[in-house]
């Protein structure tokens, strides 16, 4: 704006000293156009400027180094878009980490800006100090930015170092299956009071002259429990979380449901999930993904829980006791 006052006033002082010399009415004609200009262009720009409005649109959720762009459109009605400025403020969910992009923009209606994908986690982005020119960039004023956007990015999986026992997963004991129903495993016991009479074992009740039924029996898992650190540097961060997707996921492909624990930043205390199936384990990385983390966020590696019958800490990506 400053560059275009600045010919604008060299314009002006040229239509005065034209006028100056050359006392033809065209030189009156001339500095009276070069005076009224300014208030012509914001007369001819203000439907254009008042109608301008700015929307911000980027996909909900990307994979880690993936290419995103964010979208933004202008609108101005049947008028040409005038010119318009702003900054794109991009703030890391995770570390708090903010980057600020200005954009200068004339005439046109859609352009992108690449989003950083490089770490994972909530991605928050806004624009600021929208303003919008009139068509000689003489006056602006300000204008509806739009509402924030949220861009999760994932983490890639990342087999650890030193794969989980599977023999640690095996079946301990088996208990009776509510309800009944199908079962590979079943025990044979006497008939009680309240049983189907579709689970009497009629050849064996006729063998031993009393009533014998076959109970369901159903495995009784180990319990399970997989452990984390949200701190370290943004690497760390990444290696963590990518490590998390592919246990979990690991577990549940061998029909283990398991409990994620960690350490709250917000409050500094144990915050647990428990993941049953890959929506539960969607939910938790999107828990993770929006949590802000803490640089003085102490570690749960050395914490005990006495009623698992197997951990995992991701962090270090080794084996630890209950």
């Not at 403020?89 to 903010?98: F, I, L, P, S, W």
């Not at 490089?118 to 004023?141: M, T, W």
């Not at 399970?224 to 701190?231: A, E, F, G, Q, R």
């Amino acid at each position: 704006m400053i560059v275009s006052w600045i010919c604008y006033l060299v314009g002006l002082a040229g239509a005065v000293v034209f006028h100056a010399y050359y006392f033809g009415w065209y030189s009156w004609f001339v500095l009276q156009l070069m005076v009224l200009l300014p208030l012509f262009s914001l007369l001819v720009s203000l439907p254009a400027m008042l109608r301008t409005g700015l929307a911000l649109e980027a996909p909900a959720v990307c994979q880690q180094h993936e290419a995103v762009f964010i979208s933004l459109k202008t609108s101005g009605g049947i008028l040409p878009v005038p010119r318009c400025c702003f900054r794109i403020r991009m703030t890391h969910g995770m570390t708090g980490q903010k980057i600020l992009l200005r954009q200068k923009v004339g005439g046109q209606e859609q352009w992108y800006v690449k989003v950083d994908t490089d770490h994972v986690g909530a991605v928050y982005c806004c624009a600021e100090k929208v303003r919008v020119y009139d068509y000689l960039r003489l006056f602006r004023i300000p204008v509806r930015g739009g509402r924030a956007t949220e861009i999760l990015v994932r983490p890639q999986p990342v087999e650890p170092a030193q794969r989980p026992d599977l023999s640690r997963f095996l079946t301990r004991s088996l208990q009776p299956k509510p309800g009944g129903g199908f079962s590979e495993e079943h025990e044979m016991r006497t008939y009680r009071p309240g049983d189907m009479l579709r689970d009497i074992h009629w050849k064996l009740s006729a063998k031993t002259d009393d009533l014998i039924v076959r109970e369901a029996q159903e495995p009784v898992r180990s319990r399970v429990i997989l452990s984390l650190d949200l701190c370290g540097t943004q690497e760390e961060l990444d290696d963590t979380l990518g490590v998390f997707l592919w246990i979990s996921t690991w577990l549940l492909e061998h029909g283990t449901p398991h409990r994620l624990i960690w350490i709250d930043p917000k409050d500094c205390t144990l915050a647990e999930a428990y993941v049953s199936d890959e929506a539960a384990m969607e939910d938790v990385l999107i828990r993770l993904l929006r949590s802000e983390v803490a640089p003085d966020l102490p570690s749960i590696a050395d914490h005990h829980f006495r009623d698992a019958d197997w951990r995992y800490h991701i962090a270090p990506e080794k084996e630890v006791g209950p």
